[in-house]
């Protein structure tokens, strides 16, 4: 789940014409296991919708009083598209999780409100510095799908938290987006909790520890950064941009709270 935190000042205002929040009914048409407990879900809506790369849609399904936010993980589409892309992880205790992960979901119908939150690529020529865990993988995926298409040539690196080996996903595309990335792209899986006896030979430890120009080829301080996954994770994360110079004028974030967090957050501002 999650909560847009940070907006500035940007003359956007040619492009937010086309982003009108609606509602729309739609079915789930396909699901792809990401990882254990991490899924894509591939929906379909009645109409086209027109949305910016790391926005996020307002779901609610039948018989579940409170809608649950999840980021697009697709690249937008000039006019708009009525297929849709979700990476959902399933929280313990999560009713729309629970409810997904359960059995197989193919027909199921469902309601999307969106185009929502004020998270996407800021324009300007500094690094992009992207920083995520979990299924804050989404959003990162589309501004990235969505630079290559608009060939926008940022220097990019991008740091990606998890446990282990086995909650590390969509390796193969975003080593296709390397690839075809017009300068300089860095992707850097950090692993917190993987065994010793093991093949990993990448970066172990918390992935704010690797947070540098020797990681990201090129000084953190001049860059803007975009931030996607679990509170601790995106607290730490902000903190230690700080020490490295970075402006907080630059650094754009979603907290992605599950049902229990949002309601801890809920109460506390009552």
Known sequence: MLKSAVTVDVDLHDELEAQVSAQHMGTIMAVEKLTHDIMKVFVEIEQPMNFMAGQFADIGLPGFGRHRSYSFANTPVTGGTSQLEFIVRSVSGGQYTQWLFAQDRLGEPFELHGPQGSFWLRPAEAPVLCIAGGSGMAPILSILGDMLNKRIERPVAFFFGARQTRDLYCLQQLESIRQQWPCEFRFVPVLSEEPEPSDWTGARGMVTEFLGREYAGFDIALSHAYLCGPPPMIDAAL????????????????????????????????
């Open 239 to 270: 903190a230690e941009l700080q020490v490295c110079g970075l402006s907080t004028e630059h650094t754009y974030y979603d907290k992605f709270l599950d049902s229990r967090q949002l309601e801890v957050v809920q109460n506390e501002e009552k």
